[in-house]
């Protein structure tokens, strides 16, 4: 293919005027021209260079091989880019070797086929040390830099580190050049440095922040902000990383004292409460001085608990911070954006004149955080919703600011999340709606309108009942059977939960009797909240149920969700120690990946764990389901816990778990949850007939059946 043509006077006219070396060799190997330039670096006189075979040039040996190398960009290429070939040498007139980079094009002169190379010496450049002007700059700026800053080449490995980045870690330059960072990174967090090189492999991102944890020489933890960013070749391949690092050990300790954490949020570095409440009140005086009106937005998470549940909190961690960072990209300067709590956020807007800005505002956040953070080599698709408060000159007090927007957060996310809605005085209305729901769930527990419902599990391999869960239901006038999900959360919100708590465990332990009275009958579990766990009660609550019913100690069984132990496992342990005394068992419900503590949370007294129904039946988001399953079933194996798995809706769901080696199942398979009196025929039935019945549509169908029965 022949690239460029011309006649062999024009281009040596071309050539004579490179600053580089030049020729032009025939397909036969022979220099038709040559340049001044190329004489030079040659020491050959330019007439004897032309007409001489081009491998005079080449050190002979290697002859051979750049012979061959030759041809084969005659037959296949065109072109061939400075800087793509590495350690090319030319010899000298008097055998000297030179290190050159060498660019190659394929022309046509007179109609015949040639190559155009351009030879630049790098012997010479490297000998006298020549820096262009920003490469003296930029590594000037890389060794005088106060921060840690270091290259890595593609697999991470450590190419050049500054004195910063030698302090940090509190080692030299020789022991850190070659290595990668798992020689100073924290045992625990070996995996972020790797997720992240991965998502930069793979080209998903170029550019990434994280923290993470450091070991220094003398054996002390560092936790560093690290910002990373890679450099691609023209055919984009990972040339290297850049790699900025900040010791944050110090803002993010307890003990320091530091101005910036007294005002900032340690995770994510934003705005604190105090300063927010400081920055509002400054907000507030100046409206007042000036006009015009702010805004408080608050920013809540949706469903924030299930990533924290799912994917274990050092993933939360790193989605508050990835959050914050989005959030921040569309912040308004003269605004505040602060980390309210937990997984909420509160964007102060000051000095606006419309209301549309602030809507537009609040759209604009919403905005940031429609792509999905990518975190630890996961996508995670974290949306939120926004609360709006507006305030003039008239308006009231800060505090009632801040509740105005906590009233439209509220009804944001009543109206499906993922939006925003703004405060006006008939959400106040709504707000007297929660306290009058909180009030008839009293008064329903008080009349009898509460009730334990019991679904039963089932031996895998034998098809018998060995014992129920006992699920709350409210029987509401209007509304039918009304699902735990629908109240418990309000009554969680309230002291409410204690009462209903004694509820469920005077009811259980009763019907549990009620269906036998053998030591040796089918048990009850019963489901605990994290504030009846470790609340003041529940052991005095325990022990009155089980003396008021009669029943056996080991016939029941407290759940206790996965999330809650794995959160504070020291009070969970002594909690089941002290049940375990009683006589009671315990069980770990909704058991889904936070593999990290899976070995620890295994170490508890427990009768068994049930897994998440997540893990039941694996979807796109949770391919390791089955895996995760394999695993606990084996751990639970060793350390004598039987493995329950929940949500069997199918035969093929039960096959899969039979065969993963789980000992006991529930769910809609073999029966929903039933009122008390529908168990016995559960127990003295056939479960083949169990087994075979489908799952029952909705709790409207309970609801008939419950009403057949009474
Ligand atoms: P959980 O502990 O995970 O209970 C299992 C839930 O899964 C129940 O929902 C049950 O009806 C449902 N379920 C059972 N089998 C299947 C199935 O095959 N497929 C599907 N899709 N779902 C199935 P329910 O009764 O609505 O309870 C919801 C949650 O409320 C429970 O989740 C539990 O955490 C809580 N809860 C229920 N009763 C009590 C209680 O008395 N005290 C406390 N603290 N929490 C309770
Ligand atoms: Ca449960």
Redesign the pocket.
Known sequence: MVVSEGDAGSWQALLGDLPDGALVVNEGGTVVLANEALAQLTEYPLADLIGSPLERLVPSRLAAAHERLRAAFDTSTRTRRFGSHTHLVLVTREGVEREVDIALSRVSIDGAPATLALVRDLSDVRATALESDSELRYRLAFEISVAPIVFTNERDQIVAANDAFCELLGRSREELLGQDSSLFTYPLDLGITEASLERVRRREVDAERYVKRYVHRDGRILVVEVARRAAYDADGRLMFNVISERDVTEERSLTAQLAHQALHDPLTGLANRALLEDRLVRARAKVSRQGGFGAILMVDLDDFKEVNDFHGHLVGDQVLIAVARRLEEVARTADTLCRFGGDEFVYLVEGVHQADQVRHIAGRLLGALERPLAVMGLAIEQHASIGIALWDVESSEDVAVLEQADLALYEAKRLGRNRYAVYSPSLHQLNVGRGRELHALREALADGSLA??Y?PIVAATSTTVVGF????RWRHAERGWV???EF?GLAESSDL?GD??AF?LHEATRDAVAWSDEPTGPYVT????AR?LFGPDLLEHVRSALVASGLAPARLIL?I?ERVAREDASRTTLVIDELRALGVGCAL??FGDGLASLAQLLNLDLRFVKID?SLVRPTEVNLVGADLVDFIVTLGRRTGIGVVA????STDDLERLRAAGCDLS????FS??VPAGAVKPLLDGPLSELASKT?PSSISDMQASATAES
């Open positions: 334990m419902h679904q869960e006992a699920l709350m699902a735990p999900a418990l939960i209903l708590g469920a019963v489901n605990l909240s009846q759940e969700p419900d909704g129904r929940q949500g069997i809706e529930q769910g809609f398979l929903e949850a799952k």
